[in-house]
């Protein structure tokens, strides 16, 4: 076992104590020489991962005394509790909210919190650019004439690559490049949905997905959904007579952060096979773990050529690049044709731009950074959270992705608290964007993915205040 | 008037009398004395009248004589007839032969004749590498985050800029930003219909919006098609009261070339507008003219916002950046809607390129050159049509555009023809892929965007070889 590979293993591994509890609030860490006996390591190596932890504000030094656990703002506040949708598949007209607050994309004059997007310095913008020239000057024609339908080869060869660090061993060609992630999903969604059919979703759900279903002409069934864990699999098995399709954000789910536990992927992915029920595997933000490894996908469990896995790097890396990509296994024949015909070919050149980046390393190095940057917003933002916002508020407790889910007293409504906020430069994501049905009105979606700084901090405060006007107005 | 304008004007004259017969092949052309003395012009301007319709091979010197009016091969080849398809919304199963076809997209080593796109030396690559390295540089982030949904402003300035020298009025705002045409075709028509509904399209159509069209559960009306003037308006009229949509290529229709008269686009959109049936007009041929001014639009004559038109740079410029936008006139939230579900914005890198190559004055310096490339293109290929071709072959006469419709005697079945020629590595589009009925078998649709060569020229020959073969076969 490599050096660096050891100390971020017991790094990873103290963290995890820290974060589950194991090791609490205040507790005293081991010294420096009794982690050098127990794994024997040098002392470099054990103090690395004592710096490691303390920058990821886990545990803080005190002079002459040593290493303790911090307290983690997070873990004082509750969970919402597992969502509660009515199980019958269902239409109502989408409301105009979603439109309102989607109206705001790339504007540059308000905060935007409602989109999960990463921001700023946490995105490579200079290297990318560089990439951008030097893709323009290598590929033949710069780009100019049609790629093939299935894709930039460099870029599917490169996510084949990294597909076995999760436990799928892709190859080139099972793979379709897209417009972004979206895309891929209304790829597949098209490729094997005809109207009248009827989809399983969590809920609550990416409004994206929600819009693309009822655009199909598709019937919904939401289901039942814990923010640590995702769907319940006892409600999947109730409707199972009654889908066509279902559609899961299996890892860092937006809005709720939920990732599904090996277990849980394994048994729905038989359980789907055993019914010939395609899975759409909407994995956008299974990159952004916030500490160790990469967790698998339920396609690393697909042996039947059932689950199309979608992904991109519209999280991680270039939103505006719009590239993403999708496995869709046996399904293969009919995306690749939905894609010629809805939009012929894509833009190779931010493909080949982004198989560069990832073929140099750079990403990945990117990638530690970022995850790092977004703990630690989302440390941040609890912390405020806890300080400022009504004091019933329960906020969900992700381990990775962009988004926060956030629960007010039923007071609230985050409609109101949205017309509120944009007043003043904040865009929020109210909860009843996340389902067709009437709920979730008191919860909202925050992104943690905008850097850190004062103005973001007395931003977040305002929510706090407003949300606490509106509580009173309403009682 | 200023002196470039009078020149093209009274050459684009002569060239229209030379192209429409009313001055015949071999017919003296008035001296350069004359045509000062009736135009009020200098010398000067008189013979570069002559040089530019010399260099359009419509006349030839002889020496101590003048000019006279060239042969022009592709008036001897009669022009095939008005399509006749079943006047009844049907839905056949979409054939492979499309999957095969399409699946050579991007083939380097093969002759591809089967697409409308403009290839080689026809499209100026290292121009547009040029701006792609700018735009990156001037983006504020490189293109890296999200644009807006209704994509970038730069493009959409210059677009609505342009559509003033074609009759229509268009601001910034009425445009969206697409990836390529047939994406905006395909946003639209998902905006506009709901399934069980019925389309009513040219007969033969491009074939992308027969799949677009049954992929969302649509039923289809072919009408007859003439040509050289597109849809028959009876046949329109007699169907009006059983479709939903409409949906139009106005101008150097692919695959036949037809462009439509002011008055057959006048009616049309009127019929429609009182019908309240939203007319889809793609018009991504409309700046290949081959001489004179660009046409006017369905849009054009649009006093009421039912004329969605939707436009790209991928047969004129750059076919790999999928840069298209649309104007949906009074269904602009609809359309915005549709596209924020499906793709959340497009790439703002190669909008941003293409926006900055209008602005400066570079695109019509190209344009100018590709018209009259194509033009050159087409006259080639119908000299070796009518050279080596079985002797009862019909071709259209489109004055721009992209594509060659030709029609064999009913001996040739055009996907047999398919065939062999694949396997001496050309690929052509066999008629059926153009309809949903069973019609076309003996038709075949060339693209004359390849730049001409020899090798060009042999292989022309060996189609030509390969439909005389079959035609011993199967007599």
Redesign the interface.
Known sequence: MSKSFLYSEIAENLASQIRNGIIREGDKLPSVRMLCAEYEISMNTAKRVFLELESQSLIYAKPQSGYFASKLSYKDLPLPGESNPILLANHCEPNDIL?KV??N???EDILLLS?T?A?GDM?P??Q??KE??QA??ALP?????????EGNANLRRMVAMRSLTWGANLKEEDLITT??G??AV?LCL?ALS???DTVAIESPCYP?IL??AL?L?LKVFELPTHPRTGIKIEALKEVIDKIDICILISNYNTPVGSCMPDENKKEVVELLASQDIPLIEDDVYGDLCFTGHRPNCCKSFDTTGNVLWCSSI?KT??????VGWVAPGKYK?KVL??K???????????QEAVANFLKSGKYDKHLKNLRQKLYLNYQNYARVIQQSFPKDVKISQPQGGLSLWIEFGDKIDTIELYDAAIKRGISIAPGRMFTLQDQYNNSMRLCFGVPWNAQLESKLKQIGILAKQLQRLNS
Chains 1, 2 share one sequence.
Do not use: C, W
């Open positions: 439109q989607y109206a994309i790339g504007r989109y997007v921001y995105l913008i200079s990318l650019k951008i020239v323009t000057r024609t710069g780009g100019v004439q049609y790629d093939r339908v417009n972004g979206m895309n209304a098209m005809k109207p009248g994206g819009q693309l655009g002409g519209s890396l270039a939103p505006g690049f719009r024949d044709n939905v010629l015909v809805h939009s012929i070919s894509s833009s190779s050149l931010e």
